[in-house]
Structures are given as C-alpha cells and as structure tokens.
C-alpha cells in the first residue's frame, strides 16, 4: 500500500498537518493508536494563551473538536486504534491494524507521537495510588473517575498545577504541591487559581518516600537543597494519591529507527531528533513536530505540524516554492511569537540550538 | 624499541578471544585487539545454540563435536558462567518427503559417532506438547547444548588477561606491514609489534586481510532475530526445522511447501529458549553489505513460521527485533589455517557457528602456531583450498 504523506499520531501537531497537508493537495494517511484522535486535547479543559490565532481563550478540547471536524470535511484518512511498531528502509511504515501489520510505503513521513511523563524514583513510588499527572488527567477529565480523595502534586510546572486544579474542581482534596525548585514553576494564572483555593505550595521540597500497607496512605516529605534532602526535615501527609508531574520528555522511538540524528537539548526535554526550519530531520523526507521535536505546548505543536505540512506539500510538488516560503514565515513569525516572555526565551534559545546542531550526520 | 609480542590476535569476538586463551594458555604473550569492545559484532547478535546436528556427515561434524565436547569443563576451566545446558535438539520435519531426507542424513551423522535417533509423529508431540499437530516427525540429537555467546567472550577474554595476554580495546587497526621478523600493526592508539597475527575479525577479516595483501572471500550474511516476552515454556529446548539445513546450505532438489515470504527470506524456522523464558526465533539470510537494520518483511516471515510450528506463538509478543551479520564463506566452513605470508593467520568465516567452534578453533590455532599437530587433520579448513 502507498500513500504520499503518513503522519503518525493524530494529536495537536498531527492533526494541523493532516488538515493543512490535505488543504495543499497532499494525500495523506493519519495514525494514531487510540480509540478517538485529538492526543491530549481531550483532556484539557483550560482556555489556551496566545494569539487569536492560536485560539487563545479557546479550552483545549474545543480545539480539539474544531480539528476533528475539519479533518472529517477533508476527508482525511485516518486510521485509529492503528499502532506503528516501525519505520522501515524506503520510508515504509509497519501499523498494527485489526491485528494485522500492514504496511504502508510513504513520500514523506512526520512524526508527532507526542511526549511521555517523566518517573520520579523515591521508595514506595510503585505503589498504587502512585501515579503520572497526566493519568489522572486522563481519569478525572476523560474518563470522569477521581483518581483519589487525598492527593499530593509533585511538581508545580503548568501541567502539575492546572492537573491539580482540575482535581480540585472535581472535588478532590489537593494537599500540597511540592516542588523542588525554590520557585513555583507554572504560569502566575494557574497557580494563583491553586494559591487562592488554599493550597499549600511546599516549595523546595521533594518527596522522600511514600508508604502504605497496599497503596499509598501516606508520603513522607522533606526540604531538598542541591539535590539532598535535609535530614530531620521530614513532614508526613496523609494522602491516598500522589501524581507525579516532573516534566515529559519526547516520544522519539520511531525517528531512532529511521537512523534520525538526535541531540540532547535539556529545556525541551532531554534526547530529541534534531531538525531544520522546514522541520525536517536527517533523514530526508522525514519530519518531526510537536513534543516529539522538543517539549513544548499545544499551540506551538499546532503550527509546527502546519509548518512541517508546507514543507512536505512543497518537497512533493504541491505548493511551489514561493507560495510555500511565504506560508512557512508566516508560520515561523507565529511560532516566535509563541516562544516569547521568560518561559517562552528559554525555549526559543533552545530550539535555536537544535537548529544550528544541524542535520548533517 | 617497544616490545615484540608472540601474536597480536584482531578482533574480540568469540573466536578471537578463544584464540587468545588457547594462545596465552600455552604461554605465549598475546595482545588481543579490537576496533571496539568484547564481542561487539557478530558475538553479541547471535543464538547460542552449540549445535552438531546441522553439521554434514564428515569432517564438518567431527570438528564440531569436538568443540561441543569442550564445552562441559569451559565454565569451570574459565570460571566464568556461560550458562551452558545440554538437553539436546530437535529436528522438525513437515513432510514425509523431508522425514526420509533426515532419515538418511541420522544413519550418516550416527556412522561419524553422533548421536542421533528419529521421532515419529506421536514421539514428537509427547516430545514437545504446543507443536502443530501435523508435524510428520523428528529429529533428536542427545549431545546439543547452548550457551551465552556474549559471556563465552568475555570469558575467554577474561581468562586470557589473567593469564597474562594484554587487551587493546577500542583500538581500530588501520593498516599492518610485515617487516623482517615481525609485524607492525599500526592502530589509531598507537603502533603494535607482534611476531604473529591472527585475523579474527570475522565479516571484517577481508580488510585486515586487505592490509596484509590477502584476498579472503567472507561475505557478510545477515540473519534476523526476534525476542519474544517472558512467558510459560513453548518448548523446553533448541527446536528447528529440518528445512533449516536446506537453506542453510542451499542445497538439495527438496522444495519446502512455503509462503512466498518464507521463501525469498530465506526463512527457515529456529527456536532457542533463554535461561530468563524469554525465546529467540531465527532464522533468515541474506546478502545486504553490513546493513543490520531490521527487516519487517523478514519479520514478519519468521513470525509466520514460528506459528506454523507452534500455534501457540501466535498468542506471544515480540518484545524486540535485530539482526546480525554471518561470516559467510563458500562452502561454508570457516578458515582456520596459515597463509602464504608466513606468520599471517586467518580464524574467521564461522559463518553461524562461531560460537559453538571457538573453543576448538582457539585450540587449534594456538597448536598450529605452536608448530604442534592438530588433533586432526584441518586441511579442509586451509586457507590455501580458497587459491584457484
């Protein structure tokens, strides 16, 4: 089987490719491994920042449903509960579908399979009741199940406080938002919400252990300066759940496969596959976009899929190169925007670096 | 003027370790090298399967059961666990056709002193419970073992530094000269002096053979693996099909009733349990240069395979794929001799039986160099047979 363009996970970056690759002409092939696309959309249900056009003040999820729906007007393919278990020579793509492999023999290929939670080791951490951030997220806002009644957040970066407030809205009991940082780490907007609900921020704190009998029933934590905990400054909280929130790294298996160059870029989560401005990596005909090409947010992995779409309906002959220079500095001027303000410089500073590592092996 | 070493063994597989050992045991000093690390290639990519039973009747299969036949004292000589186990190996036949084929082939192994004895259809299945109920019968041979190829490396690498042999990792050699008493090899940490070379370097030995001006015909054959999860005993030894030595040897007017798939990959099926119950399931050839990348066509025919054999497999996952590269000669027996240029040895070209030759080819390089007698005669394994 063959298809111009595949793109592998439907999440924010994945979807606005899809939309903006089919717009130019391209025929695409979306897949994503879950039951529904629209990646971690579904489970934010906070407004968005940025500008008009990145839907700021839109929830996520309502960003999500516009995507969908636009995707299903184009009439794109999209294959769901469709795993890609590899990208083999000659750009062929292995998907488990229906308990068959097929596979699919790709122009271009774009990966954006998004992020994964960083684990945080400390005694007990394997008990239930441990769990990511994101799942309880998944719990309380797909699922519609409280993850616990008692919960403690570690890490107090966006998705560890908006997570706890949502639980908090859901009617969970958020005990105390440690961080090991000695500074709050998200967006003041989110976490005075928290500030103002009455939760404790233990800042400069980390988690010395979790204990229970069969699941968590209470942790145990303790001031942390330079990477030690300070002996005797214990304090136990009673809890039923603890979520670890201590940042993601990105999914980049399948571009490892494909013999993709990587670097090891801190600020946008640790080993990631490098690429250039047209967000295309090493390996020709192969791009990247979203948390897979560094840790960031979903409006920045929105235009990145665009901007990864332009260049593969251009590498591909459906946009010619003037109109496709054009709408790819739209799209960087866009993306700089995005990466303005104290959080956003950091990760400019470090996208500039991806850049100029190259992608030259 | 730095120091002359009696021999400067390249590469630190399974069998340039070996010969290391079996070099420095009989008290030589010995540097052993390599571009990277103990068993970094072939060694580390390889079933550990000690097999006689896909030998030929003959001299091929006396070699190799004098290998096996050092594997009992090995853990204790080198204290070091190589995990060995000898339960045996099965031989599966689809057909009645390929029955009589192994029929044959058992009363020849059994004339050269291997023991072998044939399975009928219900021995079979008491044999080995989860087989597709159709298989026409089987093939044991009693003295089949295996090990772990990578600890057999370290071990015998291990053993020979404590012995006194010098080992010069990550070191790549870039060319070699030979002078009037000795060569001088130079690598990228420096130049080594040594009276005698072995060319170990399995796949790579023709460069090194390139340096020395010898033309040495090893190709690279690559072979696919897949690693299944842990799970429940499928089988509680090595099982292959007796197909396998068709392929293997491509040989015979005997056509296996096979998919298209199976056949232009070159499939033919091999289990191996491992000590964790996990399984490997091989096997696949093909000539692609080095490249070492996983296959999913390949994979998906030795998956296919496996199933054809035991159903069961279908319901198993496979937690990892990857694929090594055979050094393959002509007519698939390796070298392990002299050469022309006096003081040039070649132990390489195993082809997929390095591991389970290189307790024998240690030795026997380390008689040949001694001036010693072997314990047969190699002259099937000269070097010299490649000339015309």
């Known amino acids: 089987m063959k298809r111009e363009v595949v793109i592998i996970g439907a999440g924010p970056a994945g979807l606005a490719a899809a939309i903006e690759a089919t717009k130019n002409g391209c025929q695409v092939l979306l897949v994503d491994e879950n039951r529904t696309a629209g990646g971690q959309f579904f489970k934010q249900l906070h407004k968005f920042f940025g500008s008009q056009a990145h839907s700021a003040g839109i929830r996520g999820f309502?960003?999500?449903?516009?995507?969908l729906k636009e995707t299903e007007e184009l009439g794109v393919e999209v294959w769901l509960e469709s795993s890609v278990i590899g990208i083999f020579a000659g750009k062929r793509v292995a998907v488990l579908r229906n308990g068959i492999t097929e596979t699919v023999e790709a122009q271009s290929i774009l990966i954006c399979t998004g992020g994964a939670e960083n684990p945080l080791r400390f005694p007990g951490w394997t008990y239930p009741g441990v769990m990511g951030a994101g799942a309880a997220q998944t719990m309380v806002n797909v699922n519609r199940v409280l993850p616990g009644k008692r919960i403690l957040m570690i890490g107090s970066g966006n998705v560890g406080v908006i997570v706890a407030y949502q639980l908090l809205q859901a009617g969970a009991d958020v005990v105390g938002i440690v961080e090991g940082m000695p500074r709050i780490g998200a967006y003041g907007v989110h976490a005075a919400k928290l500030k103002r609900a009455g939760v404790p921020f233990f800042i400069g704190h980390t988690i010395a252990e979790a204990r229970g009998s069969d699941r968590v029933e209470e942790a145990v934590i303790a001031r942390f300066e330079n990477g030690q905990?300070?002996?005797?400054?214990?304090?136990?909280?009673?809890?039923?759940?603890?979520?670890?929130?201590?940042?993601?790294?990105?999914?980049s298996e399948l571009a490892q496969m494909a013999g993709v160059k990587h670097g090891f870029i801190p600020e946008l989560g640790g080993f990631m596959p490098i690429h250039n401005t047209d967000m295309e990596t090493s390996v020709e005909g192969i791009y990247v976009a979203g948390d897979t090409a560094g840790v960031e947010e979903a409006s920045t992995a929105m235009d990145e899929g665009r901007l990864a779409a332009v260049s593969v309906s251009c590498a591909l002959g459906h946009l010619n190169r003037a109109d496709a220079e054009q709408k790819k500095e739209e799209i960087r001027d866009r993306l700089a925007s995005l990466r303005q303000g104290p959080f956003g410089e950091r990760r400019m500073n470090a996208k500039n670096r991806v850049i100029e590592m190259g992608v030259t092996m | 003027m730095s120091q002359i070493y009696d021999?400067?063994?390249?590469?630190?597989?399974s069998i340039g370790t070996s010969c290391?050992?079996?070099?420095?045991?009989?008290?030589?000093?010995?540097?052993?090298i390599d571009a990277g690390d103990i068993a970094d290639s072939t060694s580390s990519r390889s079933d550990g399967n000690i097999l006689v039973c896909d030998k030929q009747p003959g001299f091929d299969a006396l070699f190799a059961k004098a290998s096996q036949d050092m594997f009992p004292g090995l853990e204790k000589e080198l204290d070091y666990n190589i995990e060995w186990t000898q339960k045996g190996s099965l031989y599966l036949t689809e057909t009645e056709e390929e029955f009589e084929i192994a029929s044959r082939f058992c009363s020849d192994m059994k004339q050269c002193g291997i023991e072998m004895r044939m399975l009928d259809h219900k021995e079979v299945l008491e044999d080995e419970p989860y087989l597709a109920k159709d298989i026409y019968g089987g093939l044991e041979t009693i003295s089949d073992g295996s090990v772990y190829p990578i600890g057999l490396a370290y071990a015998f690498a291990l053993?020979?530094?404590?012995?006194?042999?010098?080992?010069?990792?990550?070191?790549?050699?870039?060319?070699?000269?030979?002078?009037?008493?000795?060569?001088?090899?130079?690598?990228?940490?420096?130049?080594?002096?040594a009276k005698n070379v072995v060319n170990a370097c399995g796949v790579r030995a023709p460069l090194i053979g390139k340096m020395a001006g010898l033309d040495i015909p090893i190709r690279a054959r690559?072979?696919?693996?897949?690693?299944?999860?842990?799970?429940?005993?499928?089988?509680?030894r090595k099982v292959h099909e007796f197909g396998y030595m068709l392929t293997k040897f491509q040989s015979g007017d005997y056509e296996r009733?096979?998919?298209?798939?199976?056949k232009r990959n070159e499939v033919a099926f091999v289990f191996e349990p491992t000590a964790s119950n996990n399984f490997l399931i091989g096997s696949s050839r093909s000539f692609v240069g080095e490249d070492i990348r996983s296959e999913i066509d390949v994979m998906q025919a030795l998956a296919e395979r496996a199933i054809r054999f035991f159903p069961v497999i279908a319901g198993i996952k496979v937690i990892r794929a990857y694929s090594g590269l055979r050094p393959f000669t002509p007519d698939h027996m390796p070298i392990v001799s002299g050469t022309a240029i006096p003081g040039f040895y070649i132990a390489a070209g195993h082809e997929g039986?390095?591991?389970?030759?290189?307790?024998?080819?240690?030795?026997?390089?380390?008689?040949?160099?001694?001036?010693e007698e072997t314990f047969m005669d190699l002259s099937p394994l000269s070097f010299e047979r490649f000339s015309n």
């Open chain 1, 62 to 67: 309502e960003i999500g449903k516009q995507l």
């Open chain 1, 229 to 251: 905990i300070l002996k005797g400054t214990e304090r136990k909280i009673d809890v039923d759940t603890i979520c670890v929130a201590v940042g993601l790294r990105p999914l």
């Open chain 2, 7 to 13: 021999i400067a063994v390249i590469g630190a597989g």
């Open chain 2, 20 to 32: 290391a050992y079996y070099n420095a045991k009989k008290g030589a000093d010995v540097i052993l």
């Open chain 2, 159 to 193: 053993a020979a530094e404590r012995l006194g042999a010098v080992l010069s990792l990550h070191n790549p050699v870039v060319d070699l000269k030979k002078e009037e008493n000795y060569f001088s090899i130079s690598c990228e940490n420096g130049t080594i002096l």
């Open chain 2, 222 to 236: 690559q072979g696919q693996i897949l690693v299944s999860e842990q799970t429940f005993r499928v089988a509680r």
């Open chain 2, 257 to 262: 009733p096979v998919s298209e798939r199976v």
């Open chain 2, 353 to 371: 039986d390095g591991i389970g030759l290189s307790p024998i080819t240690g030795k026997c390089m380390a008689d040949i160099i001694a001036g």
